[in-house]
């Protein structure tokens, strides 16, 4: 198992520096158990959690400063805090690596991004760390800065307090720090010149003496100011705790069985396609034969008849060995046609299961390139999965012939195949290495693009084209950078590979022609059968070698496509599914991104059928992230959700969502026509639809194309203005089966009358109950209750009006 865990998004090192301190104290832990405990944002995840996250799980976690200056040197310091995960800046931000050794006054780093490990100075750690600006009170650091000072100035018969009046804290600890700095990498004269020099340091020099790099510690206000990196310095915990739950181990089974164990149905036809491709390959080998019986057997006997019954059972083989190849080809095309539905239906599917929180913690160009992989899994299966498993089956039989043939000859053979085997074992984590590099490098590329893309009027309208397109040119330089590396160690493994087949290929026919003439029982045909033998081994192997690139690239596919799959709780599918909301009750809801900061807090509310109940409050209180949690899209951290005053688990979840709606005006208009916008797949007659447009004043627009409802939609509905995308998505709310329907901002940017006409709309309609969440005045809906959301808290603004209980 490799002891640093390589990062599978580009914003995972979090989850990977945790896996990375588990595998360097041999401890097993499932890499899908940390995803679902520490949270991860876009940006990545907080070394807080990381923090909390070890120290419930057996570890002993604790922020420490790690002062590069001052530790320099002292071995004995440095192996106290190891194993410590540090925080440095890289090109797309914050970054975490974990530091656990010291060999040759440099750090042993394991870093996520690269999936390996290397060694750096502490110089170069210093520039490369994240810098932390802490105050502590004197109250507090005086006694460890009187301690590490004490002993420092003892050696040269100092007294610390005189030093102390002189210079103060702060300056004391720093001069110290320089000088130790000093003493340790250039060394003085002799122990005179050092003793004065460390006098005159404390007498005699400023503080701009000083470089700044060394003022790690400034006097401010009666607290003493620290600039240096937070580190998590990481301990196995000594004690025995019982444990609240097991810790899952990470799946052992390759991620080829993994993914065989997938197919299901589709097993069959890829025995039958391996069946095929073995036969095949077993009929091609019987060529191999061919030349050896033309001129062991045929030629010698100068008799045409013998050539012709030759030639006519050479035809039978060729025509049979066409079948075999037409028909493994012919199972191929259905395979992998099906591999593609599988896989590209199965991918669909992992969307619609997983939670909003999960999918919007990868970036676009990450799920985009996703998606691709679904494709590529196809070859993969195939390439892996067969033709290696034919190649491999072919050296095996083709090394059992050639032993019987010359046995001496054959562990030479065997012994290249060796060799084949040692060269793949070393080239390939280089491979996969870049692969894995090269997938996020063009992951990131891809999602700046789709974001230039996406707000291309707006960059237009700025002119700031160069400055976005900068950001893309790094990350294609990036992406190009990795390619190149990847190609040259590609080129070099080819090279290496084509050098091993000649020589070997070399020596063979040299060895074989010396046996046949010194000891003349080698025929002529079995020299070419040895030789064709062997060809086919080495090109076998030299085949595997080759696609090595294609294999790692594929791996990576394969192991990014079975890590997207959220292990999200069970819901309830048994539960009451024939039911009308009467109901729904929020009783103490807390939820948050993240476990300590609650977005809402203590949220209590009741809504009854046929309420209508508006919500306002200022952008970023808290609006849109409630509308969510209400429609049961985000689930709440904690709290209970009440329907009809029974707990939401005992209700069947498919039912559920279908009773509550929630449109907001970021909703997406597919490019489609107006109609199936609207209708999305149900059966809705067109009477009702221009009936119900007439009544929010879209009957004017639809009747001014001259497709009608056939008008198409372009993407996001950008041949759309604000008002009219807005009534296409109230439309589809009115014509849902939801009996609870949530309005986020959607009333904001209709003209006056429009809105008049759908505010009144929804007021008479008693069917339905309506959220409202407006920051605007709404002057035509009577509201049953007013509340506002201000700091996540939400606060009721009017009590009920008639009430129904």
Same mark, same amino acid.
């Given at each position: 198992?490799?002891?640093?865990?390589?990062?599978?998004?580009?914003?995972?090192?979090?989850?990977?520096?945790?896996?990375?301190?588990?595998?360097?104290?041999?401890?097993?832990?499932?890499?899908?158990?940390? #995803?679902?405990?520490?949270?991860?944002?876009?940006?990545?995840?907080?070394?807080?959690?990381?923090?909390?996250?070890?120290? /419930?799980?057996?570890?002993?976690?604790?922020?420490?400063?790690?002062?590069?200056?001052?530790?320099?040197? $002292?071995?004995?310091?440095?192996?106290?805090?190891? %194993?410590?995960?540090?925080?440095?800046?890289?090109?797309?931000?914050?970054?975490?690596?974990?530091?656990?050794?010291?060999?040759?006054?440099?750090?042993?780093?394991?870093? %996520?991004?690269?999936?390996?490990?290397?060694?750096?100075?502490?110089?170069?750690?210093?520039?490369?760390?994240?810098?932390?600006?802490?105050?502590?009170?004197?109250?507090?650091?005086?006694?460890?800065?009187?301690?590490?000072?004490?002993?420092?100035?003892?050696?040269?018969?100092?007294?610390?307090?005189?030093?102390?009046?002189?210079?103060?804290?702060?300056?004391? !600890?720093?001069?110290?720090?320089?000088?130790?700095?000093?003493?340790?990498?250039?060394?003085?004269?002799?122990?005179?010149?050092?003793?004065?020099?460390?006098?005159?340091?404390?007498?005699?020099?400023?503080?701009?003496?000083?470089?700044?790099?060394?003022?790690?510690?400034?006097?401010?206000?009666?607290?003493?100011?620290?600039?240096?990196?937070?580190?998590?310095?990481?301990?196995?915990?000594?004690?025995?705790?019982?444990?609240?739950?097991?810790?899952? &181990?990470?799946?052992?089974?390759?991620?080829?069985?993994?993914?065989?164990?997938?197919? +299901?149905?589709?097993?069959?036809?890829?025995?039958?396609?391996?069946?095929?491709?073995?036969?095949?390959?077993?009929?091609?080998?019987?060529?191999? !034969?061919?030349?050896?019986?033309?001129?062991?057997?045929?030629?010698?006997?100068?008799?045409?008849?013998?050539?012709?019954?030759?030639?006519?059972?050479?035809?039978?083989?060729?025509?049979?060995?066409?079948?075999?190849?037409?028909?493994?080809?012919?199972? +191929?095309?259905?395979?992998?046609?099906?591999?593609?539905?599988?896989?590209?239906? /199965?991918?669909?599917?992992?969307?619609?299961?997983?939670?909003?929180?999960?999918?919007?913690?990868?970036?676009?160009?990450?799920?985009?390139?996703?998606?691709?992989?679904?494709?590529?899994?196809?070859?993969?299966?195939?390439?892996?999965?067969?033709?290696?498993?034919?190649?491999? /089956?072919?050296?095996?039989?083709?090394?059992?012939?050639?032993?019987?043939?010359?046995?001496?000859?054959?562990?030479?053979?065997?012994?290249?195949?060796?060799?084949?085997?040692?060269?793949?074992?070393?080239?390939?984590?280089?491979?996969?290495?870049?692969?894995?590099?090269?997938?996020?490098?063009?992951?990131?590329?891809?999602?700046?693009?789709?974001?230039?893309?996406?707000?291309?009027?707006?960059?237009?309208?700025?002119?700031?084209?160069?400055?976005?397109?900068?950001?893309? !040119?790094?990350?294609? $330089?990036?992406?190009?950078?990795?390619?190149?590396?990847?190609?040259?160690?590609?080129?070099?493994?080819?090279?290496?590979?084509?050098?091993?087949?000649?020589?070997? @290929?070399?020596?063979?026919?040299?060895?074989? @022609?010396?046996?046949?003439?010194? @000891?003349?029982?080698?025929?002529?045909?079995?020299?070419?059968?040895?030789?064709?033998?062997?060809?086919?081994?080495?090109?076998?192997?030299?085949?595997?070698? =080759?696609?090595?690139?294609?294999?790692?690239?594929?791996?990576?596919?394969?192991?990014?496509?079975?890590?997207?799959?959220?292990?999200?709780?069970?819901?309830?599918?048994?539960?009451? *599914?024939? !039911?009308?909301?009467?109901?729904?009750?929020?009783?103490?809801?807390?939820?948050?991104?993240? %476990?300590?900061?609650?977005?809402?807090?203590?949220?209590?509310?009741?809504?009854?059928?046929? #309420?209508?109940?508006?919500? &306002?409050?200022?952008?970023?209180?808290?609006?849109?992230?409630?509308?969510?949690?209400?429609?049961?899209?985000?689930?709440?951290?904690?709290?209970?959700?009440?329907?009809? #005053?029974? &707990?939401?688990?005992?209700?069947? =979840?498919?039912?559920?969502?279908?009773?509550?709606?929630?449109?907001?005006?970021?909703?997406?208009?597919?490019?489609? @026509?107006?109609?199936?916008?609207?209708?999305?797949?149900?059966?809705?007659?067109?009477?009702?639809?221009? =009936?119900?447009?007439?009544?929010?004043?879209?009957? =004017?627009?639809?009747?001014?194309?001259?497709?009608?409802?056939?008008?198409?939609?372009?993407? $996001?509905?950008?041949?759309?203005?604000?008002? *009219?995308?807005?009534?296409?998505?109230?439309?589809?709310?009115?014509?849902?089966?939801?009996?609870?329907?949530?309005?986020?901002?959607?009333?904001?940017?209709?003209?006056?009358?429009?809105?008049?006409?759908?505010?009144?709309?929804?007021?008479?309609?008693?069917?339905?109950?309506?959220?409202?969440?407006?920051?605007?005045?709404?002057?035509?809906?009577?509201?049953?209750?007013?509340?506002?959301?201000?700091?996540?808290?939400?606060?009721?603004?009017?009590?009920?009006?008639?009430?129904?209980?």
């Amino acid at each position: 198992m490799p002891i640093t865990d390589p990062q599978l998004k580009s914003n995972d090192c979090g989850i990977s520096a945790i896996k990375t301190i588990f595998n360097i104290y041999q401890r097993k832990i499932s890499r899908k158990y940390i #995803e679902q405990n520490v949270p991860l944002e876009e940006k990545g995840s907080r070394i807080s959690d990381i923090k909390n996250f070890l120290n /419930s799980n057996g570890f002993k976690a604790k922020f420490k400063l790690f002062d590069i200056n001052y530790i320099a040197g $002292n071995e004995a310091n440095l192996q106290e805090l190891f %194993p410590f995960i540090l925080p440095i800046e890289n090109k797309n931000g914050l970054h975490y690596v974990v530091v656990n050794e010291l060999k040759n006054k440099q750090l042993k780093i394991y870093d %996520p991004s690269k999936g390996s490990q290397y060694f750096l100075s502490l110089q170069e750690i210093k520039r490369k760390a994240h810098f932390n600006k802490n105050h502590w009170d004197l109250t507090d650091t005086e006694e460890k800065i009187v301690t590490i000072c004490t002993q420092d100035l003892a050696e040269y018969h100092i007294n610390y307090k005189n030093a102390l009046q002189e210079n103060g804290y702060a300056l004391l !600890f720093n001069k110290l720090t320089y000088f130790k700095y000093l003493k340790e990498n250039f060394g003085f004269k002799d122990s005179e010149a050092e003793r004065n020099f460390i006098k005159d340091l404390l007498k005699n020099q400023e503080i701009s003496a000083i470089p700044n790099s060394f003022k790690i510690l400034e006097f401010e206000k009666g607290k003493i100011k620290n600039n240096s990196p937070l580190i998590l310095v990481v301990k196995e915990e000594t004690q025995e705790i019982e444990p609240q739950q097991s810790i899952p &181990e990470e799946d052992s089974r390759s991620l080829y069985w993994q993914l065989f164990n997938q197919l +299901g149905e589709y097993k069959n036809l890829w025995y039958i396609y391996i069946f095929a491709a073995l036969f095949s390959a077993a009929t091609a080998q019987i060529a191999v !034969f061919t030349n050896q019986i033309m001129i062991d057997n045929v030629l010698p006997t100068y008799n045409l008849n013998t050539l012709v019954l030759f030639a006519i059972g050479l035809g039978i083989y060729k025509i049979f060995d066409i079948f075999t190849t037409v028909y493994k080809n012919f199972v +191929g095309i259905h395979l992998g046609n099906a591999l593609d539905k599988y896989f590209l239906f /199965s991918f669909d599917t992992k969307i619609n299961h997983s939670s909003l929180s999960y999918i919007h913690s990868y970036k676009k160009g990450d799920l985009m390139e996703r998606v691709s992989d679904s494709l590529k899994l196809k070859s993969f299966f195939m390439k892996f999965f067969t033709n290696i498993l034919v190649d491999v /089956s072919v050296s095996i039989y083709s090394l059992c012939i050639l032993f019987f043939i010359d046995k001496t000859l054959t562990l030479i053979v065997l012994g290249v195949m060796i060799l084949f085997f040692l060269w793949f074992k070393f080239i390939t984590p280089y491979l996969k290495q870049n692969e894995r590099l090269r997938y996020m490098r063009k992951a990131d590329f891809l999602s700046k693009m789709m974001e230039k893309v996406d707000g291309i009027q707006v960059i237009k309208s700025f002119r700031i084209e160069r400055f976005h397109s900068t950001k893309i !040119f790094v990350s294609i $330089n990036e992406y190009l950078k990795i390619q190149l590396r990847n190609g040259y160690i590609d080129l070099l493994n080819k090279i290496v590979v084509a050098l091993i087949v000649i020589v070997s @290929t070399i020596f063979i026919i040299l060895f074989l @022609t010396k046996s046949a003439i010194e @000891t003349q029982i080698i025929t002529l045909g079995q020299i070419v059968t040895f030789i064709a033998l062997s060809s086919k081994i080495f090109s076998s192997l030299k085949g595997i070698l =080759d696609d090595n690139l294609t294999l790692q690239e594929n791996e990576v596919i394969l192991k990014r496509y079975l890590d997207f799959d959220e292990q999200t709780k069970k819901v309830c599918k048994k539960g009451i *599914q024939d !039911f009308s909301i009467e109901k729904i009750e929020f009783q103490n809801l807390n939820y948050g991104y993240l %476990p300590d900061e609650f977005v809402l807090k203590d949220i209590n509310l009741k809504i009854r059928k046929g #309420e209508k109940i508006k919500i &306002e409050g200022q952008n970023g209180s808290g609006k849109s992230t409630f509308s969510k949690v209400l429609t049961t899209l985000y689930h709440p951290n904690s709290g209970s959700i009440l329907i009809n #005053e029974r &707990e939401k688990k005992f209700y069947n =979840d498919d039912k559920m969502r279908d009773k509550i709606l929630l449109v907001t005006n970021e909703d997406t208009l597919f490019n489609d @026509t107006i109609q199936n916008n609207i209708i999305l797949g149900k059966e809705i007659s067109v009477e009702a639809i221009l =009936d119900i447009a007439k009544q929010i004043n879209f009957y =004017d627009f639809i009747a001014s194309k001259d497709d009608g409802l056939d008008f198409i939609i372009n993407e $996001n509905g950008k041949n759309l203005s604000t008002g *009219q995308r807005k009534k296409i998505l109230l439309l589809r709310a009115l014509f849902s089966q939801a009996e609870l329907i949530i309005l986020d901002e959607v009333l904001s940017g209709m003209d006056i009358e429009s809105r008049n006409k759908i505010e009144t709309m929804i007021d008479e309609d008693h069917t339905k109950t309506y959220i409202i969440i407006s920051h605007e005045p709404i002057t035509n809906i009577n509201f049953s209750k007013k509340y506002k959301i201000a700091n996540g808290e939400l606060f009721i603004l009017q009590h009920e009006v008639n009430p129904i209980y």
